[in-house]
């Protein structure tokens, strides 16, 4: 594993469980945008950091959070700040913030199906400039999304 940056994939090959350990190892914040949350275990690991202090904040596509599958709820039911993004077009980022220090992203959407079916990857990056322009853009999406 480079000290900068660290690729992931699936199926089957531990990109949700990365992502999973991405979460856990939070201590302050964590912002992430993402098309569709329905990966119970990425979700149980959010509201894991919610009740240890870390201050959460979510954006997810609004037609994706209508999912029966969705845990756009059970998130908002443990108190994790949640924007269902309408818009023109979909909300199809896929990108988590840990602490202002490092970066999750890459097609990884976090589902199942694309845990154990899809050739996905996620890659993590440790390069602050790259932090801070994903950063740039959650808090321009969370501004546009809660004004």
């Known amino acids: 594993m480079s000290k900068y940056v660290s690729s992931y994939f699936s199926p089957k090959r531990g990109a949700a469980d990365t992502v999973v350990g991405f979460i856990d190892r939070c201590v302050?914040?964590?912002?992430?945008?993402?098309?569709?949350?329905?990966?119970d275990d990425i979700a149980e690991a959010l509201v894991r950091a919610k009740a240890r202090g870390v201050h959460v904040r979510i954006i997810t596509d609004d037609l994706?959070?209508?999912?029966?599958?969705?845990?756009?709820?059970?998130?908002?039911?443990?108190?994790?700040?949640?924007?269902?993004?309408?818009?023109?077009?979909?909300?199809?980022?896929?990108?988590?913030?840990?602490?202002k220090k490092s970066v999750g992203t890459g097609s990884l959407t976090w589902t199942k199906n694309a845990d154990t079916r899809?050739?996905?990857n996620f890659v993590i990056i440790r390069l602050?400039?790259?932090?801070?322009?994903?950063?740039?853009?959650?808090?321009t999406m969370w501004s546009h999304f809660t004004s």
């Open 28 to 39: 302050d914040s964590i912002d992430a945008a993402v098309y569709a949350i329905t990966h």
């Open 64 to 99: 994706q959070a209508s999912n029966k599958y969705a845990d756009d709820e059970h998130l908002l039911e443990h108190g994790i700040p949640l924007i269902r993004a309408r818009q023109s077009g979909c909300m199809h980022n896929k990108f988590i913030i840990g602490d």
């Open 118 to 120: 899809n050739r996905e």
């Open 128 to 139: 602050r400039y790259v932090v801070l322009e994903f950063q740039k853009e959650f808090d």
